[in-house]
């Protein structure tokens, strides 16, 4: 994808024109289909949510599996989190969306696991299985050939549609992810992953506040603002030791 050259000549993901130009973009086919269609009313409605969002057609166009793709390399070109040449694992990597970006920044190696299939991309050795499993996990891991530099997690549950539930349940996963990057990363390694906003985290944040030099949240334009997910980004490792 071509991005424009910043004044400082480095060359930077812009997000795409804002909705209302990707709406106006929609054939009238696309807007008739989506209105006739015999749909229930919140399917309609996710329909004509992907047809009208921007990160989506821009998705496409460019070749990634996921609208997701665009919120990792918003996150990377913030906090330079996956450079070049390192040892990349990413957790809950279906539909492979992030891998596609990670393996943009010529890592060293690259491996994935998520429950469900996932097609293969170039250079990232992908397992199919759950990270609980220790089997899997390590299977994943000595792919890399050494400790990761970054660990990813994208990590959802299916939502339930109560909004406690999916809540509690992702924060579950945040925190497996969590023990897997303290107990995998290399010193200095940075740790990347998805989260609520609001909500039982503490635990999960004192937690990194212990094992990282630096913690931050954000939530990048490419998150839909209706989501109550955020990014939580942890950069330095602390050595083991200390
Ligand atoms: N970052 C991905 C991309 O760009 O394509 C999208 C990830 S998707 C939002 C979340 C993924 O987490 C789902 O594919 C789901 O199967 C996976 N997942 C949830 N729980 C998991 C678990 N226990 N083990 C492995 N993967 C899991």
């Known amino acids: 994808m071509t991005t424009p050259e910043d004044k400082d000549g480095k060359r930077r993901w812009r997000p795409p024109a804002d909705a209302k130009e990707a709406k106006d973009k ?23 949510r992907q047809l009208t969002d921007p990160y989506v057609r821009q998705a496409i166009e460019a070749g990634y599996r996921s609208r997701a793709a665009f919120k990792l390399k918003e996150i990377d070109s913030r906090f330079s989190l996956l450079g070049r040449g390192g040892r990349i694992l990413d957790l809950g990597c279906a539909p492979g969306g992030w891998l596609q970006v990670a393996a943009e920044h010529k ?8 429950l469900l299939p996932v097609a293969a991309v170039d250079g990232a050795v992908i397992v199919e299985g759950d ?18 530099t970054v660990v990813l997690s994208d990590m959802a549950a299916d939502t339930t549609g109560h909004q406690q539930t999916d809540h509690i349940r992702t924060i579950a996963l945040a925190e497996t992810a969590a ?3 303290v107990a995998e990363l290399a010193p200095g390694g940075a740790f990347l992953c998805k989260v609520f906003q609001g909500g039982a985290q503490g635990a999960l944040l004192e937690m990194l506040k212990q094992e990282f030099d630096d913690l931050r949240h954000w939530k990048p334009p490419a998150s839909r603002s209706e989501s109550p ?14």
Do not use: F
């Open 131 to 148: 990270v609980t499993d220790a089997a899997a996990l390590d299977r994943t891991l000595r792919a890399l050939g050494g400790p990761p």
């Open 229 to 242: 997910e955020t990014y939580l980004i942890a950069k330095g490792r602390r050595p083991i030791s200390r």
């Open 26 to 48: 929609r054939t009238l086919t696309e807007r008739q289909r989506v209105k006739n269609s015999k749909l229930g009313k919140s399917s309609r409605a996710w329909v004509e």
């Open 179 to 181: 023990r897997i990057a």
């Open 107 to 114: 890592p060293a190696a690259l491996a994935g696991i998520d």
